[in-house]
Structures are given as structure tokens and as C-alpha cells.
Nanobody, 128 residues
Framework: QLQLVESGGGLVQPGGSLRLSCAASGFTLDYYAIAWFRQVPGKRREGVSCISVDGTMTTYIDSVKGRFTISRDDAKNTVYLQMNNLKPDDTAVYYC?????????????????????WGKGTPVTVSS
């Protein structure tokens, strides 16, 4: 079964850190750009960060720049989102998604559209 599984969410105080993991099973992430999204109940899901197939491009929304870092370890078939200096506004369910951009010979770019696979999400709560 092809699936993405997120882990690493939880409750953290403002200023704290978490590292989210996105592990793939049933397929290899080697051909996929990966994006992290987040959603708060009642609000639209927003793209937070993405990384290209070859890892040369990373993108972040303005509100997380300088605090979040996306990385990939293809040997472990896993993508990470390191989140530092967390703020209450970061509270959300975080999802990872995979986009097979390599099928179009695009290995150097990522965005938040046209995802092929989605995980079920991991909740992050930032509160004192």
C-alpha cells in the first residue's frame, strides 16, 4: 500500500522545537518533490515548505522563514521539517504530500500544487 506517514507532532511551549518526519512506504521518494502543509480547523490548508527531488530548491512561507528547515534523506525514504522557535500561530495539523515531478524530468523545483499522495497528518500544539 502506497502511503505517507507523518510523525513527531505534539505539545510544545512557545520558543520550543519539534522535528516532523514524513516517511513513505510502498514507494520511493527519490522521484518526488515533497511539501509540508498545515491546517487549522475552519481555515484553508496552507503550504508551509517544500523541497525538490534533488534537494537543491527549498521554499518557505514568510511566517516560518528562519525558523523552519526542510530536508530529505532518500536513503531513509524520509523527509523532515525541523521547527524551531515555535509560536502559538504555528498550531495546526501538519501534513506532508508527495508530487512526482521527476516524471516530467523536473528534479530542481517544488511547489504546493498537484500532489499525488498525502499523509493523514500529525497535530502540533504550541501553548504555554
Amino acid at each position: 500500500q502506497l502511503q505517507l506517514v507523518e510523525s513527531g507532532g505534539g505539545l510544545v511551549q512557545p520558543g520550543g522545537s519539534l522535528r516532523l518526519s514524513c516517511a513513505a512506504s510502498g514507494f520511493t521518494l527519490d522521484y518526488y518533490a515533497i511539501a509540508w502543509f498545515r491546517q487549522v480547523p475552519g481555515k484553508r490548508r496552507e503550504g508551509v515548505s517544500c523541497i525538490s527531488v534533488d534537494g537543491t530548491m527549498t521554499t518557505y512561507i514568510d511566517s516560518v522563514k528562519g525558523r523552519f528547515t526542510i530536508s530529505r534523506d532518500d536513503a531513509k525514504n524520509t523527509v523532515y521539517l525541523q521547527m524551531n522557535n515555535l509560536k502559538p500561530d504555528d498550531t495546526a495539523v501538519y501534513y506532508c504530500a508527495a508530487d512526482n515531478t521527476a516524471q516530467y524530468s523536473i528534479t530542481y523545483r517544488c511547489d504546493f500544487y498537484g500532489m499525488d499522495y498525502w499523509g493523514k497528518g500529525t497535530p502540533v500544539t504550541v501553548s504555554s
